[in-house]
């Protein structure tokens, strides 16, 4: 898999100084970490999910994740739990009969509803790697990590590749909690006992806002709304410390629509839906997030997009890694706009260069939207 593959080797070359890298889904989870980019949730309810993982409708589609939570009713949970079963296992087969190329596959994940789905799909998951990544778990607590976290392990155990857990926080118990800290140090605790299975931390932004009876607009970044930005924070501050996890940014709830003639809408780069993604996805990044849930294929790229590394950005990580190694002091950057200072600035050069790796480097005078533009079929 790479990003930004549908581009023309021309326009590879005039956008980036450093393509994005091929990444594999047995690659080091260190640098699986950064690639799960922009996961798109689709309902396990539909009938071509195989087809949709074999030749994907959209450019960027490189991890999905199949819901059977939130967005199935708990009327066609069995019949959805059976569907994606049926067609996961049309892909294994594939994949086995030599028909299908493993790598042509997107990450893929699926999202159980709780405990007990993911005990009673334990065989499953085992007869599926690696065309499963791994599993996603709604609305962790401490107990409900106590008790998932064991199933997790003993799928490894019998694995012939990694299957990867992904967790996200959105529980009440963590929202509400008078000692929130403590209660993620202890989630942290127990999740380091299981380190080489946990892909990255997720946040339920959704789910925490609805407590409270919240919803952002279009021109509200989560930074921007007191309870969500301090829970970020907060979740960031126990598990982002020495970049230890990948901590995913939350879902933007808005994508752009296609202007209908008469509509009054503007072209979609003018859309607030769009310049409220962007506006989050820049936020996101300079809080230390990387990789956001999607919610419809529009996002796709322009959350990838954000991804990329812009000229500046890499040569001070290049230098600065450089330096660190070297043990060398403070310096200024290349561009004699800032200090680059190895200490304190290491371990946001080496996270940049894994960004880098995976998503490429800006050639200088191209902007992300630049990227985002040409990516969607416009132009430089």
Same mark, same amino acid.
């Given at each position: ?65 199949? =819901?059977? /939570?939130?967005? #199935? ?36 994940? #699926?999202?159980?509803?709780?405990? &007990? ?30 008790? =998932? ?9 019998? &694995? #012939? ?36 299975? #946990? ?8 789910? =925490? ?12 970044? +989560? ?5 969500? &930005? ?42 607030? /839906? ?6 989050? =996805? ?15 294929? +529009? ?10 590394? /812009? ?14 190694? +070297? ?5 200024? +950057? ?47």
């Amino acid at each position: 898999m790479r990003y930004f593959a549908h581009l023309a080797a021309a326009r590879t070359d005039a956008l980036f100084y450093e393509a994005p890298q091929p990444f594999f889904r047995d690659a080091p989870r260190e640098l699986l970490r950064f690639a799960v980019g922009a996961l798109l949730y689709t309902p396990a309810t539909g009938r071509r999910l195989a087809d949709m993982a074999r030749r994907p409708p959209w450019p960027g589609l490189k991890a999905l994740g199949f =819901c059977l /939570e939130d967005s #199935v009713g708990e009327a066609e949970r069995q019949s959805a739990q059976k569907n994606l079963m049926r067609q996961v296992r049309r892909l294994t087969d594939l994949t086995q009969a030599g028909d299908l190329n493993l790598e042509d596959l997107p990450l893929l994940f #699926v999202r159980v509803k709780d405990y &007990a789905m993911l005990e009673a799909m334990q065989p499953f998951f085992q007869e599926n790697i690696p065309t499963l990544t791994g599993v996603i778990l709604p609305k962790v607590n401490l107990a409900r990590l106590q008790a =998932c976290l064991p199933l997790v392990a003993e799928i490894n155990r019998r &694995a #012939v590749s990694p299957f990867y857990v992904m967790p996200i926080l959105e529980d009440e118990e963590i929202a509400a909690s008078a000692e929130r800290l403590l209660l993620l140090q202890r989630m942290r605790e127990l999740l380091d006992q299981y380190y080489p299975y #946990v892909l990255n931390i997720r946040i339920g932004a959704t789910d =925490c806002c609805g407590l409270y009876g919240i919803r952002r607009s279009a021109a509200t970044p +989560s930074g921007r709304l007191n309870l969500l &930005a301090a829970y970020i924070a907060d979740i960031a501050r126990i598990f982002a410390l020495r970049d230890r996890y990948t901590i995913s940014a939350p879902v933007w709830e808005y994508f752009p629509q296609a202007a209908d003639p008469g509509s009054g809408r503007g072209p979609v780069e003018e859309q607030p /839906e769009l310049a409220g993604l962007f506006a989050e =996805c820049d936020l996101d990044l300079q809080n230390g997030l990387i990789g956001k849930t999607a919610i419809h294929p +529009s996002q796709l790229l322009p959350i990838q997009a954000m991804h990329a590394v /812009e000229r500046e950005t890499y040569a001070d990580a290049m230098d600065i890694a450089e330096a660190a190694a +070297s043990a060398r002091g403070v310096f200024a +950057s290349a561009g004699r706009n800032k200090m680059n200072e190895p200490k304190p600035h290491e371990i946001w050069a080496r996270r940049i260069l894994k960004q880098a790796a995976v998503y490429g480097v800006l050639n200088r005078g191209v902007s992300r939207l630049d990227l985002w533009r040409a990516a969607t079929g416009g132009g430089v």
